[in-house]
């Protein structure tokens, strides 16, 4: 079970503890972001998140919904 607050690090593989149907979900944002996608760029076209490199995502259980933040490394290298 998540916890609000949790922090995970991923790139493309599901982290350790994270729920597998959360990250089916997600991990589409979160490859992108960990290899430089979207540094310099808004993810959904500058709506409503204006920060580059940060993307707002939801699992799909409508009945226990689960909001997740993503965002690129720091040191975004690769």
């Known amino acids: 079970m998540l916890k609000e607050g949790q922090v995970f690090y991923a ?8 729920c597998n149907e959360a990250w089916k979900a997600i991990y589409q ?11 310099d760029e808004l993810f959904y076209y ?3 998140i204006r920060k580059p490199g940060v993307a707002i995502c939801s ?3 409508g009945l226990r919904p689960v909001i997740f ?9 690769k």
Not at 11 to 18: A, I, L, N, T
Not at 29 to 39: D, E, I, N, P, S
Not at 69 to 77: G, L, V, Y
């Open 59 to 61: 699992c799909n259980d």
């Open 11 to 18: 790139d493309w593989e599901c982290p350790q503890g994270f």
């Open 69 to 77: 933040k993503i965002e690129a490394p720091k040191d975004n290298n």
């Open 46 to 48: 500058g709506d409503w």
């Open 29 to 39: 944002y979160v490859f992108t972001l960990a290899h430089g996608g979207c540094k």
